[in-house]
C-alpha cells in the first residue's frame, strides 16, 4: 500500500492507494482518505489518463496503478511513501 499526499485545485489530501480502508473519510476502489482525492477519482473513473513516456491508460480505481498515474496526471503530487 502506497501513501499519496498532493493538492487538488489548491487543496491539500493524503490518500492510500493498495486496499480499501473502512475506517477512512472516503473510499473508492483501493483508494480511500481525503474526500475531495477519492470524489475526483469516483468522477473520472474510466477515463483515459496520459502517460507521460508511455501510452495512454483507463483510469480503473480497483487497479493501484492506474489510480497512481491518474493522480500524478490530474493532481499536484509531493509525496509517495510505501506502507
Known amino acids: 500500500m502506497e501513501k499519496v499526499y498532493g493538492y487538488v485545485d489548491g487543496v491539500a489530501y493524503a490518500v492510500t492507494v493498495g486496499e480499501p480502508r473502512p475506517e477512512a473519510a472516503d473510499t473508492v476502489g483501493v483508494v ?10 469516483r468522477v473520472r473513473d474510466g477515463d483515459l489518463v496520459d502517460v507521460p513516456h508511455g501510452p495512454m491508460i483507463r483510469l480503473d480505481v480497483n487497479n493501484p496503478t492506474s489510480v497512481l498515474a491518474a493522480l ?10 510505501e506502507d
Not at 480511500?32 to 477519482?41: D, I, K, N, Q
Not at 496526471?73 to 509531493?78: F, G, K, L, P
Open 32 to 41: 480511500s482518505g481525503s474526500p475531495r482525492a477519492v470524489s475526483l477519482l
Open 72 to 81: 500524478s496526471a490530474w493532481t499536484e503530487v509531493v509525496d509517495v511513501t
